[in-house]
């Protein structure tokens, strides 16, 4: 996900950790976009969030990011995670647990 403003993108990070819909979301200032938008190409400075959750979860974590989001179409993509440190992705589970 982007978001255009720091406090923006803590506070949606706020609620997803919070509503248990993510385990960890991580805030990376400093990105910047090119993109077209109405007609135009925009460039602006953004910051990228990355959160960790289930795949059973990411369509609730989209709705409510679509709920807390400024954009009129904020990105929210999912990637697939292939594999990883098996006590990671149990910890990411059990921190979701009580919204699955």
């Known amino acids: 996900m982007t978001a255009g403003a720091v406090g923006e993108a803590r506070r949606i990070a706020d609620a997803l950790v919070s509503e248990r819909l993510a ?3 991580n805030i990376l200032p400093g990105m910047q976009s090119v993109y077209r938008w109405q007609d135009a ?3 602006d400075d ?3 969030l990355i959160a960790k959750t289930t795949a059973a979860l990411v369509d609730r974590l989209g709705d409510r990011v679509r709920e807390l989001h400024s954009y009129e179409c904020p990105c929210i993509v999912s ?4 594999g990883g440190n098996p006590a990671f992705l149990t910890w990411i589970s059990e921190q979701t647990e009580e919204a699955q």
């Open 23 to 25: 385990a960890c979301v």
């Open 41 to 43: 190409i925009q460039r």
């Open 46 to 48: 953004e910051i990228v």
């Open 79 to 82: 990637l697939a995670i292939d």
